[in-house]
């Protein structure tokens, strides 16, 4: 699916709720060597085309899951363990949980608006459930 010669590497490949676009965590394709490599979160149509950088930060942003509508991405900030959402319509990110050592795995409960996570804490790891968003970053 990813042509060789614009990504070395990319990783947490998921299809959308519509089978229409896919999300992947992948650095850019020419990283500064300031900056050094950090990873975003691009979509692109199944066949490899119309491949689409969604964030462009200074996080790292990784394993990406789809909001159940398709227009949203749920995802962890590697470099803090905070899981964040990205609103596809206005590129806004929001804060959705920060509260342990790093947290991971999200997974939205169908007709609930409630999100099922992993959170370590003091070398400890537990599943825990979001029940609503309590903090957002502008």
């Known amino acids: 699916l990813i042509k060789p010669w614009i990504f070395a590497e990319a990783y947490d490949f998921r299809l959308s709720p519509d089978g229409k676009r896919v999300v992947f965590t992948a650095p850019p394709p020419a990283p500064t060597p300031v900056q050094g490599p950090r990873f975003d979160l691009w ?23 789809w909001d159940l509508d398709g227009q949203g991405l749920r995802f962890t900030d590697y470099l803090d363990g905070t899981i964040r959402h990205l609103d596809l319509s206005n590129a806004t990110i929001s804060t959705l949980a920060r509260e342990g050592d790093f947290e991971w795995a999200v ?16 070398g400890w790891a537990a599943i825990w459930l979001l029940k609503k968003i309590w903090k957002s970053r502008t």
């Open 43 to 65: 979509t692109m149509a199944p066949d490899g085309t119309a491949i689409t950088q969604v964030t462009q930060s200074p996080l790292d942003e990784i394993l990406p899951v």
């Open 107 to 122: 997974t939205p409960r169908p007709g609930t608006g409630e999100l099922a996570y992993a959170r370590s804490l003091g």
